[in-house]
């Protein structure tokens, strides 16, 4: 399958610090991609320059063959990327549904007019589509994080990129998650998804990069990541017998 997106040597610095250095990766198409690290790897970071609200120092980020680095969100939402975020954003005040027919207006549909009902499918999809008249401030941690995939899916993306989804859920709230993220790569949208839950990214993710101290360190298949010596270092603080 065609590269839907590479990532070309990407630094990003702040005052001076480097968050990023020289990140190389290619996604293919229709694949759910995988990134680990630990705390202060530069996945946030890296996800943001991807989703275009950050600037690279820098390197390039090409989508379809475009460089898509731009500074303002909502020319990567147009052009076909969006994010979800670890801390869901919603706009408390408004319903559910109201929540997600944004997406729609703001994002790459042809068929606006018909917003509500739209919106009422895509919240059957997610399975929360009897919260559709609730208030967004109202939800519960999972249903929030259901929410804002169903907003994120609502501007009809081609690559989803997913902040620790599944973070604060319960073993069985992860597991429909993550059924959830399949039924969505098979539909076409390639996934980039970031997540501590090493389970949870095992299972669904293949390839799999691994950043630390702002560096690619591995990119493999999950069996070949997780026993690469490089990844247990970083991840236990010591080398692998």
């Known amino acids: 399958m065609p ?23 290619d996604i293919e198409e229709g694949r759910v991609c995988g990134l680990i690290g630990p705390n202060g790897a530069g996945k946030t970071t890296l996800l943001s320059i991807i989703a275009g609200s950050v600037l690279p120092s820098s390197g390039s980020v090409i989508f379809r063959g475009k460089r898509i680095e731009s500074g303002k969100s909502y020319q990567a939402v147009r052009a076909g990327i969006v994010r979800t975020h670890q801390i869901p954003r919603p706009f408390r005040s408004l319903s559910v549904l109201a929540n997600v027919e944004l997406g729609i207006h703001f994002g790459r549909s042809s068929n606006r007019d018909d917003s509500s009902n739209e ?33 994120a899916l609502a501007t009809k993306p081609s690559l989803l990129l ?80």
């Open 3 to 25: 590269s839907i997106l590479k990532v070309d040597c990407v630094t990003k610095n702040f005052a001076g610090l480097a968050a990023l250095r020289q990140v190389t990766f």
């Open 119 to 151: 919106a009422m499918e895509i919240l059957e999809w997610v399975g929360i589509a009897h919260l559709a008249p609730a208030a967004a401030s109202t939800l519960s941690v999972g249903n929030l994080k259901r929410m804002e995939l169903a907003r």
């Open 162 to 241: 997913c902040d620790e989804v599944c973070s604060g859920l319960t073993e069985s709230e992860t597991a429909s998650v993550l059924g959830l993220l399949r039924g969505i790569q098979k539909t076409g949208t390639t996934i980039l998804y970031v997540e501590h839950n090493l389970k949870a990214i095992m299972s669904l993710c293949n390839p799999v990069v691994v950043m630390n101290h702002g560096q690619k360190l591995v990119e493999g298949s999950p069996e070949e990541v997780q026993s690469h010596p490089l990844v247990i270092e970083a991840y236990i603080g010591k080398k692998a017998a």
